[in-house]
DNA sequence: GCAAAAATGGACCCGCAAGTCCAAACTCCG
DNA sequence: CGGAGTTTGGACTTGCGGGTCCATTTTTGC
């Protein structure tokens, strides 16, 4: 399945790749052309429809992947290893950071609910990246509640779930008002939840480990 | 300004701006033609320019508004009086049967971040929206704090604000992956760390209410 | 160094959908 | 009834942008 590229076709295709991923962070998804990947990117016509048979479809889809991969690398390595409070808060000043900087470009905002029907495959793209964020979460809840930092009774994959879904609502209003403020208050009022919770049921419990 | 619109005007204007609300619910705003909504409004091409000079662009703001109207409205009279804890948890119950049943059909979607610069204006409804529904979201909980049921140190705009992140993922999710787990687990821990502080800090501080 | 395969440039095609225009049909009021 | 203003229908124009095609150049393998 895997086409013949040579280095250098490699090359010109991950150009075309990176290239028209910045430019849909800047302009939008629905306002880049071709023409606009191919100008910034020095390409053709043809070359992109020799790495890309499908077309846009298909680069769109290419892009995506790439965007998603980033989201998570982006947030490594304190997102697979919240194994301590302050791991927890190392993880959401990268995030305040990253998106802070980031603003209002979100390279895979128009991907989602049938809007993304445009790359059908783009959905699943999406859903996969959420699928995997909210697992490296729940697994860094997990470990916490290995050492006791968070009670036993907490459900992992809930409270996680929770906590993406905050992530996500702060990242949307950030885009759509320009500031942070929603974000911030997510990830401080729902990691301070997770460490209350401790508290109050390792109090309740009479015996704090340590 | 408002131009001259006989009875009958008026509600072929209006016909049009439903339906078109419609289409766009149910295909998504970049699938919609204008052909579209004037087959299903069983209108022609005159009158949809006759009544939105500007354009796709103007009918577009004008459902943007009806749409954004319809969320806060859908929302009555439970937004409008977090009064008790009950009034809470019936808000929670609307807003789930509301978007389950609206399922991946997000009439909104598309009009954030860059993605809404197709319609300058949409961009700021949904900042609108927004606003307005965090603001009754605060004046519930400032509520709750005057009867005691929330903790009076508890930061009503922050906490709101983190509240209304969590719909909007929780909802994005819903959108994403068609599951409403994630809108039901942020409702659900808010609400209930909302409730938990006041009795944490009516604990320490040694007198509960009633 | 030579043939086969891959990479590149760019002119051209073509369909789609937004927007224009105007003539015909209503409707409102005196 | 008459005519000014409003509403309606729909044919036509137009520009944009994705996709096709092929001739040319470069690279690869032997």
Same mark, same amino acid.
């Given at each position: 399945?895997?086409r013949a590229?040579?280095?250098?076709g490699?090359?010109?295709?991950a150009?075309?790749?990176?290239?028209?991923a910045?430019?849909?962070r800047?302009?939008?998804v #629905?306002e880049v052309r071709?023409e606009?990947?191919?100008a910034r990117t020095?390409?053709?016509?043809g070359?992109?429809?020799?790495?890309?048979p499908?077309?846009?479809?298909?680069?769109?889809?290419a892009?995506?992947q790439h965007?998603?991969?980033?989201?998570?690398?982006d947030?490594?390595p304190?997102l697979?290893?919240l194994t301590?409070w302050?791991a927890?808060?190392?993880?959401?000043d990268?995030l305040?950071?990253?998106?802070?900087?980031?603003?209002v470009?979100?390279p895979?905002?128009g991907?989602l609910?049938?809007?993304?029907?445009?790359?059908?495959g783009?959905?699943?793209?999406v859903?996969?990246?959420m699928?995997?964020w909210q697992n490296?979460?729940?697994?860094?809840?997990?470990?916490?509640?290995?050492t006791g #930092?968070?009670?036993? &009774?907490?459900?992992?994959?809930?409270a996680?779930?929770?906590l993406?879904?905050?992530?996500q609502?702060?990242?949307?209003?950030?885009?759509s008002?320009?500031?942070? &403020?929603?974000l911030e208050?997510?990830l #401080?009022?729902?990691i &301070?939840?997770?460490?209350s919770?401790a508290?109050?049921?390792?109090a309740?419990e009479?015996?704090?480990?340590?």
């Open positions: 399945m895997t590229f040579t280095r250098k490699e090359a010109t295709r150009r075309i790749v990176t290239g028209a910045a430019e849909i800047e302009r939008g #629905d071709l606009d990947v191919l020095g390409t053709s016509k070359q992109l429809f020799h790495y890309f499908e077309g846009k479809e298909e680069l769109l889809l892009v995506a965007e998603a991969d980033q989201v998570l690398i947030q490594e304190m697979s290893n301590s302050s927890w808060l190392a993880w959401r990268r305040i950071e990253r998106y802070l900087e980031q603003g470009k979100c895979l905002n991907l609910g049938q809007t993304g029907r445009r790359a059908p783009a959905q699943a793209v859903t996969g990246l699928w995997r490296a979460i729940t697994e860094g809840i997990r470990q916490m509640q290995s #930092d968070i009670a036993a &009774d907490v459900d992992a994959d809930r996680a779930a929770a993406l879904a905050g992530i609502g702060g990242v949307l209003l950030l885009l008002t320009g500031k942070i &403020d929603h208050a997510v #401080d009022l729902t &301070d939840s997770l460490r919770e508290r109050a049921t390792a309740q009479g015996n704090a480990n340590g």
